[in-house]
């Protein structure tokens, strides 16, 4: 839904509200997506909300419910009866009764509960009891399971007394008396099979499972890799205990992807949206860092003031500085995310260490040479007369800042490969070891070698 759209929709919502014209209103909601739905709900009071959301029909309102944020949620079940309640937790799939439920604090949790079959609250208490990152954590219980010994025909009438309750009906698993999960079977398959064919002789024997214990990013991956719309979850003895599909790898995915860009910018990961965090709570995640890479960077002042006396003697060189410390953490910012990528694909290992090591040498040599030379035409034609007149050798000070500027783009590249691979070695994310880590040592190791370069051609 475009802004201008959904601007368009809020105001003609809000006139239907006002003037209390609830049949209109609700035959424009049917024709709406939930998530479209859910996007309008931000644009209304608190006091709206109960309105709006009381007009959709059971399903819709599941789905809507879904799809809102905690707080709005939240609010939500506070205005429900419990009659309300129980409606909506009965048209809620499994899964999404247990994310909402570990979102919400302990009084509304009670309450949840207490409107819940028993049998499903014994369900969402099962499944709780599994590690937050685990695939256990993000499965459904709500699947079609099939016997062996089926037709093709029982198979379907099984199929439409049972599926409208189901998540995903479209892969089907086979499992004996014993809940072990034997087989895969697709719709698809038993639509083109004879309503006479046994399950047995038509499923998939060669699928792809996982642990409950399973980490849920390594699941996500599974999905990418087999292209994958659900996977079945056993124990350790091979039962079927639920399955996973294919709409919470994505949000698996995409949470792991939002939590590596704010390593990578060295802020603390967190679970909220930008808009919904507070001023406090942004700045709690992002202090420690700039706190720690700032204290870090003192080497830098360190390193300078050990040089003090070579800079007095030649204060030109100062100019220079900020192009090689730019450089240097750019280079090193190259090669350290293009490896953290890397390995998150799973494209890299680190059994492939040297491979990658050689690689990032063979292109720090050429890029530093790139770089070096630029450097040295530019300082030694363009930058000539402040050389001069500074009383300085331009052809000196031109070679210095290139073998300085060659020197730092060769550690920087290297150690933007080496230090996520240390990471990952010693069990730590590779995303803490980006840009800002990698700027700080580089800055500190470039100011090193250019006054040392310095220190030997121009004999300060």
């Not at 691979?421 to 590779?430: Q, S």
């Amino acid at each position: 839904m475009t802004e201008e759209l959904n601007k368009t929709l809020v105001e003609e919502i809000a006139e239907l509200l006002e003037n209390r014209k609830f049949i209109k209103l609700r035959s424009i909601l049917d024709e709406m997506h939930a998530e479209d739905i859910a996007l309008l709900f931000e644009d209304f009071s608190p006091k709206e909300l109960p309105i709006i959301f009381r007009l959709l029909s059971k399903e819709a309102a599941a789905e809507v419910f879904v799809e809102l944020d905690s707080k709005q949620q939240e609010f939500l079940i506070g205005a429900f009866s419990d009659n309300e309640l129980k409606e909506v937790l009965e048209e809620l799939y499994l899964d999404d009764t247990v994310d909402i439920i570990e979102e919400m604090p302990a009084n509304v949790v009670k309450r949840i509960l207490k409107q819940s079959a028993p049998e499903t609250r014994r369900n969402i208490n099962e499944i709780l009891k599994y590690p937050d990152d685990s695939a256990g954590s993000i499965m459904t219980i709500e699947l079609i399971d099939l016997k062996k010994k089926w037709t093709v025909s029982q198979a379907f009438d099984y199929i439409r007394r049972t599926g409208t309750d189901k998540e995903t009906i479209y892969t089907c698993y086979v499992r004996d008396d014993n809940r072990k999960l034997e087989g895969v079977v697709s719709v698809k398959t038993l639509l083109l099979s004879p309503v006479d064919a046994i399950i047995e002789d038509i499923m998939e024997t060669n699928l792809i499972s996982v642990d409950t214990y399973e980490d849920k990013e390594v699941v996500a991956k599974l999905f990418d890799k087999y292209d994958l719309l659900a996977m079945p979850v056993v124990d350790k003895e091979n039962r079927l205990v639920g399955i996973i599909t294919i709409d919470d790898a994505i949000d698996v995915i995409q949470d792991e992807n939002t939590e590596d860009i704010e390593k990578m910018a060295a802020i603390t990961p967190t679970e909220k949206p930008y808009l919904k965090t507070g001023i406090f709570e942004t700045w709690k995640s992002r202090i420690p860092w700039l706190l720690l890479l700032m204290i870090s960077a003192t080497f830098t002042e360190k390193i300078i003031g050990h040089f003090q006396d070579a800079l007095s003697a030649c204060v030109v060189l100062t100019a220079f500085i900020p192009m090689l410390m730019g450089t240097g953490g750019n280079s090193g910012s190259q090669s350290s995310v293009a490896i953290i990528r890397g390995m998150s694909l799973h494209e890299i290992d680190l059994s492939d260490t040297l491979k990658v090591l050689w690689k990032e040498i063979g292109v720090s040599l050429i890029c530093g040479l790139t770089l070096g030379a630029a450097a040295f035409i530019k300082i030694y034609i363009f930058d000539n007369g402040n050389i001069t007149t500074a009383s300085q050798d331009p052809v000196k000070i031109a070679l210095t800042v290139s073998l300085a500027l060659f020197a730092t783009v060769v550690f920087a590249k290297i150690a933007g490969c080496i230090f996520p691979m240390l990471a990952k070695k010693l069990r730590v994310d590779p995303a803490v070891m980006a840009s800002p880590f990698i700027t700080t040592v580089v800055d500190a190791i470039s100011l090193w070698l250019y006054f040392l370069i310095a220190q030997g051609i121009l004999k300060l």
